[in-house]
């Protein structure tokens, strides 16, 4: 099942969505916050208006009462003997001219009353009244009673009453029911926003007045707004009751201390007075965001189809490019019927200073140009590889064969040194053997040399007894031609030295000749044979060494061989005048002189065969020490060369590795310049 290829549509439409409605909710929820902050400030100032002109009106009522009251007093009916009529017509004169009096009524001094025409809600014995009674305790100042519930009226009424005496002395107390309809009538004109109210309570909870009429002459002291308005110490606040809402915080204000009279104002709005607006607020708000979003899907809409048609055109060109058709974005080859299609692709024109699409165009165009440099490039390129591969492919099997060969040769070497070392141990042995023989032979010469002196003293002796010659000279020609047996063992053993010397001189060439190829496989070996090359030179030293003390060794067994021959034939020369004397006893004297001549050489030639001897000793040690280095060094030449094979099988396998390497750099090479000839570089 073919994959179904994913679009960005979705995600630029959400996205552009989002963005645009995100900011709105936004703007809405806050715009909503804002107009409720600012209904809340208009309904707190609209409470705290309402309050103040509560106690605006209460305060002035109060002042029109207290002046009403003391301006009566002031009159003359009042001034001397109280006379019930006078004060009576006085009384209703008042009312008449003053709206806030009612139920006006004088108590004499013995407590009769007297009011105007029209009764009172005076009891018929005034002295039980709390106004009464406060008056006279006040004497001389206004007494403002409580709220009281009047039976008569069935409702509140509220007295303000003062005690005084007239000029007789006569003391008597002017009261009158304060009416607070005017105070009613200011708060049914106020507006305290939608649903708001005010009331002017009493100190006892009774309601005087209220914007809802419903609640005058209620009595609110049980409510939880009272309580807290009068466990609150301040004279004015706002008061939020637990569970309401912040519109239903509730404004107060006791007002002025000297005229309140424990009245106080307050004011509160219900908690849908904001509904209304909110909703109006809300629907308006949803109306725009409605509006907004079909714009904004509109806008994302076209936008994505804008993106998505860009898009295919540059997926085109890149699918082009894919497929090795490198082709350069051409403003002439985007132009379109459509209108909409033709401004969409003005936004992939490729413009080096355009917008962000049209740079990006602009990049591609460049992007296709290097690359198709780069591709003409490898195209030519690839031949020179594939044939560079090629020619060092076969560099590389010579390179492996020539190593392979070199391996050989080390090994043959290491095979050779081996030999080498162990004709060298052979050597060694050679020449201990050869020091045991120098050693035999130079005690046989101390013994020839003993025996020549004691043939010097007989031959001494001879000369003055040569009548006994017969008898001595026949065990003197059985030691003579001893002696001449051993100078004969002598001359032998003498000229095995010199095939030992020929042997040894053989071994230093083998040795130098071998060191000298070492070498040169060595320095052809490079880095890996520049141990190898050291241990070569330094066994061509000891074999130079060796040849020459073998040259020195030789010299001297040549003068050894020389004289022995010389003494053999000396000897033999004694033995056969010996011989002569034998047969000439007559002659024995002059033979005996000869013999000791003779003797006297031969003593002689002991002691220089002795001398070379010691000679020839020091230079067996000196030799038998150079071989043993030499032997040494050849071991180590060994196992150099055992190293240096392993270093070149080792180069062997790298370069049959490097040999596998190029074969596949020759197959790399191959598919680049195929993968290279697919391209098709076009303006």
Do not use: C
Not at 252 to 281: C, H, M, R
Not at 302 to 310: D, F, I, Y
Not at 344 to 354: D, S
Not at 528 to 547: C, M, N, P, W, Y
């Amino acid at each position: 099942m073919k994959n179904k290829d994913k679009s960005i549509a979705k995600v630029i439409i959400t996205g552009l969505i989002a963005m645009g409605l995100i900011p709105i909710l936004i703007m809405l929820a806050s715009s909503y916050h804002s107009t409720e902050q600012l209904l809340l400030k208009r309904t707190a100032q609209s409470r705290k208006a309402a309050v103040e002109m509560v106690l605006k009106s209460r305060d002035s009522l109060n002042v029109s009462a207290t002046k009403a009251l003391t301006g009566l007093i002031q009159q003359a009916v009042f001034k001397n003997d109280f006379n019930k009529e006078e004060i009576k017509q006085t009384i209703s004169s008042a009312e008449i001219e003053n709206d806030i009096m009612a139920d006006t009524v004088f108590v004499m001094p013995n407590g009769q009353s007297v009011t105007n025409d029209k009764g009172s809600l005076v009891a018929k014995d005034p002295k039980t009244q709390a106004w009464y009674k406060g008056a006279l305790a006040h004497k001389g100042s206004v007494y403002w009673t409580k709220p009281f519930f009047d039976s008569k009226t069935n409702s509140y009424v509220v007295f303000i009453a003062e005690a005084f005496s007239n000029s007789k002395g006569q003391t008597g107390v002017l009261a009158f029911n304060v009416l607070y309809d005017d105070v009613q009538a200011q708060l049914q004109k106020m507006a305290i926003g939608q649903t708001g109210n005010a009331m002017l309570v009493g100190s006892n909870g009774v309601v005087l007045a209220a914007k809802n009429q419903s609640l005058v002459n209620t009595n609110i002291s049980q409510s939880e707004l009272f309580k807290q308005i009068k466990q609150n110490k301040q004279k004015a606040g706002n008061i939020l009751l637990k569970g309401k809402s912040a519109v239903e915080t509730a404004t107060y204000d006791n007002g002025d201390a000297d005229v309140n009279n424990g009245i106080f104002a307050v004011a509160q709005l219900k908690a849908n007075e904001l509904t209304p607006e909110l909703q109006s607020l809300v629907i308006s708000s949803l109306i725009i965001s409605a509006v907004v979003l079909v714009i904004v899907i509109a806008v994302a809409v076209v936008v994505t189809q804008g993106v998505k048609r860009m898009i295919g055109t540059l997926i085109d060109y890149f699918g082009k490019a894919e497929q090795g058709n490198l082709l350069k974005i051409n403003p002439q080859q985007l132009k379109n019927k459509n209108w909409f299609t033709k401004k969409i692709n003005q936004f992939i024109w490729p413009l080096a200073h355009g917008n962000e699409t049209q740079r990006l165009a602009f990049k591609y165009n460049n992007m296709i140009a290097a690359v198709g440099v780069l591709v003409q490039k490898v195209q030519k390129e690839s031949d020179k590889v594939a044939n560079g591969s090629d020619t060092l492919l076969d560099l590389s099997k010579q390179t492996a064969k020539a190593m392979e060969e070199v391996a050989q040769t080390i090994t043959g070497i290491a095979e050779v040194t081996s030999s080498q070392a162990q004709e060298t141990g052979e050597s060694v042995s050679q020449l201990q053997e050869l020091s045991q023989i120098i050693a035999d032979m130079h005690m046989r010469i101390e013994q020839l040399n003993k025996q020549a002196e004691k043939a010097d003293e007989l031959n001494n002796e001879n000369i003055g007894i040569a009548g006994s010659v017969g008898d001595g000279w026949s065990e003197e020609l059985e030691k003579m031609e001893g002696t001449l047996e051993q100078v004969q063992t002598m001359d032998h053993k003498i000229q095995n030295i010199t095939k030992i010397i020929s042997v040894i001189n053989e071994i230093s060439q083998r040795t130098n000749l071998l060191a000298l190829n070492a070498s040169i496989e060595a320095a052809s070996a490079g880095d890996a044979g520049k141990g190898f090359a050291v241990v070569a030179t330094e066994i061509r030293k000891l074999s130079d060494q060796s040849k020459s003390s073998t040259k020195e060794i030789e010299e001297i067994v040549l003068q050894i061989r020389k004289q022995s021959t010389q003494m053999v034939t000396q000897t033999n020369a004694s033995l056969k005048d010996s011989q002569r004397l034998t047969d000439i006893l007559a002659r024995a004297s002059e033979s005996t002189r000869e013999v000791t001549d003779s003797t006297k050489q031969i003593t002689e030639g002991i002691q220089v065969i002795h001398g070379a001897s010691k000679k020839i000793e020091d230079v067996q040690g000196k030799i038998l020490k150079n071989i043993e280095n030499i032997s040494a060094s050849t071991e180590e030449n060994a196992a150099g060369a055992e190293e240096v094979s392993a270093n070149s099988e080792e180069v062997l396998a790298t370069s049959e590795e490097f040999t596998n390497h190029v074969a596949d750099l020759k197959n790399v090479a191959g598919v680049l310049k195929k993968d290279a000839n697919r391209f098709d570089v076009k303006d």
